[in-house]
T-cell receptor, first 113, second 115 residues
């Protein structure tokens, strides 16, 4: 099992540019989560999907952020346009349900200059 | 809304000693899950240990064990025979038993193991 795979590992972009983060969950896991980690706010849930359907997107900060899960093996988080305050580490995680916790990807460190 | 509090921002301990990290939480539910995650400098989030609230027995995973006090809403992590590789941020987290699968994290404790 390759685990949760995120790409890219690092992303540096200029303010105003579109950024797309990608995630491949563990096969058979039916829930997928996007978290953001910053020094000021810690780990925050942005959105999560169950069986490819968005369940809770209350953490998505504003309309500049969007997330999709077109199938069970792929999800994207898009920021358009990006701003310096979006700089953070973005984690994707998946879960099989029941008593099990999340398995996290390695994260994408986003820097917006 | 559930809240998770970790009151120790930083801790340090000598190698081979035992250390306990504190966590308290607030919920009106009777069934839920609690977790400890470790984040080493590599930034990978690693599940350390899990506790189901309906189980009275404290969870144990090798050198890691918890002291789960349901009435006090306390969930501390004990690391025995600490090793240099235990140096990391440790996050306590809460999840509902039914419904929303959101993990609510505490602010973390930075643990340093001193050689």
């Amino acid at each position: 099992d390759a685990g949760v795979i995120q790409s890219p590992r690092h992303e540096v972009t200029e303010m105003g540019q579109e950024v797309t983060l990608r995630c491949k969950p563990i096969s058979g896991h039916n829930s997928l989560f996007w978290y953001r980690q910053t020094m000021m706010r810690g780990l925050e849930l942005l959105i999560y999907f169950n069986n490819n359907v968005p369940i809770d997107d209350s953490g998505m900060p504003e309309d500049r952020f969007s997330a999709k899960m077109p199938n069970a093996s792929f999800s994207t988080l898009k920021i358009q346009p990006s701003e310096p305050r979006d700089s953070a580490v973005y984690f994707c995680a998946s879960r099989s349900g029941g008593r099990y916790g999340y398995t996290f990807g390695s994260g994408t460190r986003l820097t917006v200059v | 809304a559930q809240t998770v509090t970790q009151s120790q921002p930083e801790m340090s301990v000598q190698e081979a000693e035992t250390v306990t990290l504190s966590c308290t939480y607030d919920t009106s539910e009777s069934n839920y899950y609690l977790f400890w995650y470790k984040q080493p400098p590599s930034r990978q989030m690693i599940l350390v240990i899990r506790q189901e609230a309906y189980k009275q027995q404290n969870a144990t995973e090798n050198r890691f064990s918890v002291n789960f006090q349901k009435a006090a809403k306390s969930f501390s992590l004990k690391i025995s025979d600490s090793q240099l590789g235990d140096t990391a941020m440790y996050f306590c987290a809460f999840m509902h038993y039914f419904g929303n699968e959101k993990l609510t994290f505490g602010t973390g404790t930075r643990l340093t193991i001193i050689p």
